[in-house]
């Protein structure tokens, strides 16, 4: 694999955002937050008529894109997502991104990312930037930044 | 029902720290959360990156309740994630435990033309290993709509 400005992400893709792993989340994280699980509350807030993912599991949709691509989730060096819309359960998402700048910090060569999360037949839920250290024979060659 | 939070109530949180709390990320808890998030395999041991989030936020020393009651809000007024920045700078390990420092960053009140009146709330949380090392930084933004501000 050769990486520089331009190169795609391979895309990360969930099927089916399922409504049972908000659940889970919303316990393993002690989130009270009852949009997550409680159609009713859902529908009282004028959310529509189904609950309403968790903003760090749509986050986590890309860092699972990140490991996927870089092989070793200690390559991801940081990831910052601006959230800009809701992902609901049944919604099937991607997550993708692209190269934006490749560039040496003095002991790796370190990709700079454009990152998204878009709701198939919907919005885009979340975009932002990712910074990856690459392995010395994946870099094409230093890319000035946008 | 909370008492309608001021400008100047909103203002003084920042600075505010929040108490030190730890996380242990347990076995059965990280296999159930990557599951639950759609985790591709990752190395034995290695903890999902999301970790930095997840031992951030379950670790700060208080509950999202608290943290939602702290700026004058709870759970059923609907808040929001606005903005989340993670830095990565150690693998985190499951079944290692990590303190968690940090507190209240920054915090705006702010009118959108749908949305009305809310308030964004800043707070930075540091994942500390157990030799002293930061593992982690997680800088998170709640929108807090104040409906009746």
């Known amino acids: 694999m050769r990486v520089s400005a331009g190169t795609e992400l391979p895309v990360f893709e969930v099927d089916e955002v399922r409504a049972a792993a908000m659940k889970t989340m919303a316990v393993l994280l002690r989130d009270p937050n009852p949009i997550h699980f409680d159609l009713d509350v859902v529908a009282a807030l004028g959310m529509g008529d189904r609950v309403i993912n968790q903003g760090p599991t749509n986050m986590a949709y890309v860092v699972n894109m990140l490991v996927a691509w870089a092989g070793d989730p200690a390559r991801i060096r940081a990831l910052k997502v601006r959230f800009l819309d809701n992902v609901r359960a049944g919604d099937r998402v991607f997550a993708g991104g692209i190269v934006t700048s490749v560039a040496g910090d003095g002991r790796h060569q370190i990709a700079e990312c454009d990152v998204w999360l878009d709701v198939v037949g919907g919005t885009r839920a979340l975009a932002g930037s990712a910074t990856v250290a690459l392995k010395g024979s994946e870099a094409a060659g230093e890319t000035p930044a946008k | ?101 940090g507190g209240i960053t920054g915090a705006a009140r702010k009118t959108g033309k749908r949305a009305g009146v809310f308030d964004i709330v800043s707070f930075e949380l540091r994942v500390v290993d157990s030799s002293g090392t930061v593992a982690a930084v997680s800088t998170n933004s709640f929108i807090f709509p104040r409906r009746t501000a």
């Open chain 2, 1 to 101: 029902m909370n008492r309608p939070m001021t400008l100047d109530d909103l203002e003084r949180l920042v600075g505010v720290e929040f108490p030190v709390g730890e996380f242990t990320i347990e076995g059965y808890e990280h296999w159930l959360t990557t599951d639950a998030i759609d985790s591709p395999p990752l190395p034995a041991g290695v903890a999902h990156p999301m970790y930095a989030y997840y031992a951030a936020l379950g670790g700060m020393g208080l509950t999202l309740d608290e943290l939602f009651a702290m700026v004058g809000s709870s759970a059923a007024d609907g808040p929001m994630f606005g903005e989340a920045a993670l830095e990565f700078r150690e693998a985190m390990r499951v079944g290692e435990t990590y303190r968690v420092e």
